[in-house]
Structures are given as structure tokens and as C-alpha cells.
T-cell receptor
């Protein structure tokens, strides 16, 4: 079952702009993670935010988590053409038995 | 270098044939996972294993089988019972509580011919 739903499904911006992607989920979680996938490749882990955290930063990435609304957002600042990829959120549900459930992803295109 | 290796990168299967996808990791991770990805979609969990000689079904296990005889290896067999096997298959591994996220292989693209 797909726990996370990303919004928008596709996003196209110019280099230097910020990109914001959102993820909503349905059940209580231990943590939420964001991954990046270049076309035809495996996923790469970007950042993890625990359920008791509200915001986390890593380089040009900023992740927020609102457990009351069951939602998270990923902000990429000062985007580059190399940021073009699909971005997925994944949730570690409290009742999942130690597995991640992935959303369907946001396809980000950064135009030079 | 530590990592997770999937092979082959491309695989072609004839109707009615079983095929096995390889996944090997040298990260000393306890847990390993198999996901299926269809075009433009997210990942769906097929099987996962937390320890050697033990594994659990994921959301779409029908038509697939796995084994976990060694910590480093978690092969996936796509059987003839899987009616629509054409997809991109991703293997991942993690430490037991995966607080550092999953490490993914580069995937195997399986096509039925």
C-alpha cells in the first residue's frame, strides 16, 4: 500500500529558483525520509526527520514535518540543473514491522 | 568501497521462465529489501529480510520468491506465476533500525520477451 502521496507530481523551475515538494501520509510514523532518484538509477538517501522533530537542514535541503497534519515538505534552495530527478518520501510507520513505505514521487526538472 | 551490487543490469525473460536477480552487499547491513518500480510510479515492497534465514512478504509477494542464506546476499526469483514481471527491480539494505536510511543498488530492468 502507498502511504505517502507527493504533491505536485511534476515540477519545472529555472536554475536558481527554490523547489518545494510536499508529502502527505496516513498513519503514525517513527520517522520520514526523503530520497532522490536519477532516471534509471537506484535511490539515494537525502535526509531523515524523526517524528519528534519539526525541521531539519542539510546543505541546500530543508525538511519540515507536521505530525498533526501528517505532512512533510522538502525545500531545495538555489536549484541547479543537476538537481533534476525524482524525489520520493518514505515513511517508517509505527506498525509497519521495520520497513519503509514509499510515495509515488515528484519529478523535478530544473531548466538551465 | 562498501556498497550494494545488483546484477544483471538488464534481463530478458521468456514466457513461462523463472529468472533470478542477484543482490549482494558488503556493508554488513542486517536488513535487505526488494522493491518493484513501474514506469512513473513509486516503489512497492516485494519481500524483506531482517536477519539471515528469515524473510517476510511485502505488499506484492505473489509470483516472487527469495532466500537469505547469507547476510551479504538476498536473491530474488521471478517465477512464471508472476504474470506481469516487466519492471525495474531495486534491492536495498539497511542497519537494523534504518535510522541512516536505506542504501540502494543500481537496479535490474527485467523485460518479458
Amino acid at each position: 500500500s502507498q502511504q505517502g502521496e507527493e504533491d505536485p507530481q511534476a515540477l519545472s523551475i529555472q536554475e536558481g529558483e527554490n523547489a518545494t515538494m510536499n508529502c502527505s501520509y496516513k498513519t503514525s510514523i517513527n520517522n520520514l525520509q526523503w530520497y532522490r532518484q536519477n532516471s534509471g538509477r537506484g535511490l539515494v538517501h537525502l535526509i531523515l526527520i524523526r517524528s519528534n522533530e519539526r525541521e531539519k537542514h542539510s546543505g541546500r535541503l530543508r525538511v519540515t514535518l507536521d505530525t498533526s497534519k501528517k505532512s512533510s515538505s522538502l525545500l531545495i534552495t538555489a536549484s541547479r540543473a543537476a538537481d533534476t530527478a525524482s524525489y520520493f518520501c518514505a515513511t517508517d510507520e509505527e506498525t509497519s514491522g521495520s520497513r519503509l513505505t514509499f510515495g509515488e514521487g515528484t519529478q523535478l526538472t530544473v531548466n538551465p | 568501497d562498501g556498497g550494494i551490487t545488483q546484477s544483471p543490469k538488464y534481463l530478458f525473460r521468456k514466457e513461462g521462465q523463472n529468472v533470478t536477480l542477484s543482490c549482494e552487499q558488503n556493508l554488513n547491513h542486517d536488513a535487505m529489501y526488494w522493491y518493484r518500480q513501474d514506469p512513473g510510479q513509486g516503489l512497492r515492497l516485494i519481500y524483506y529480510s531482517q536477519i539471515v534465514n528469515d524473510f517476510q512478504k511485502g505488499d506484492i509477494a505473489e509470483g516472487y520468491s527469495v532466500s537469505r542464506e547469507k547476510k551479504e546476499s538476498f536473491p530474488l526469483t521471478v517465477t512464471s506465476a508472476q504474470k506481469n514481471p516487466t519492471a525495474f527491480y531495486l534491492c536495498a539494505s539497511s542497519i537494523a533500525n534504518f535510522y541512516y536510511g536505506y542504501t540502494f543498488g543500481s537496479g535490474t530492468r527485467l523485460t518479458v520477451v
